[in-house]
């Protein structure tokens, strides 16, 4: 792989997939940004596609900058770019898909783990601890993986609408599983009724 600037020696590592190549933020300015480019090689390509069961992936690259906001936190922008070839979900026909993607990561050093015995969703997902080092091939490996297509079709393949039912009961439809179709329902059952009031 090729990066600018050159990394420290890294320490192990999630995703050994992907040789590391790992920013210490003690090391970095803090008051400039420090820009990256990261190109996986082609033995690092194959062997990240064998890891996501791709058939093939190709012009990998991911860039951005990790730059200081305020005194303690840090921000990171980058764009990862990649062309994966999947297996079309319906026929197994080799699909091709262009990947493009934004990201952004906010280290903040006031940030605390969430507490109790139901966590909800937190507001900001793009936020977490500043860390000692970041790993960027492990970052590039975790951006590629969430998007990815979940079930890519060949074009021109329509997956017919599925029919779930059980010995006497209604059946269900693909619509009928849809997560807001619940919420449809109680709101038609919690509509009060006018003859009663």
Known sequence: M??????SPSPETDTPQLRPHV???????SRKPTRFSLTPEEADLAALAQEMDLTDLRKVRLTGALQPLGKADWILQAELGATVVQPCSVTLAPV????????????????????????????DD????VPATLDLA?????????????????EGVELGEAVFTEPGKAAMTDEDAHPFAALQGLRVVSKPDS???
Not at 2 to 7: A, D, I, N, R, S
Not at 140 to 154: C, D, G, I, N, S
Request: hydrophobic residues 35%.
């Open 195 to 197: 003859s009663e009031q």
């Open 2 to 7: 090729t990066e600018q600037p050159h990394p």
């Open 23 to 29: 920013l210490r933020l003690a090391d970095l300015s």
């Open 96 to 123: 091709s898909t262009r990947i493009e993607e934004t990201i952004e990561r906010r280290f903040l050093s006031d940030w605390s783990e969430p507490d109790g015995a139901e966590i909800e969703m937190p507001e």
């Open 126 to 129: 793009n936020a977490g601890p």
């Open 138 to 154: 492990a970052l590039l490996a975790e951006e590629l993986a969430l998007a990815l297509p979940l079930y890519p079709r060949a």
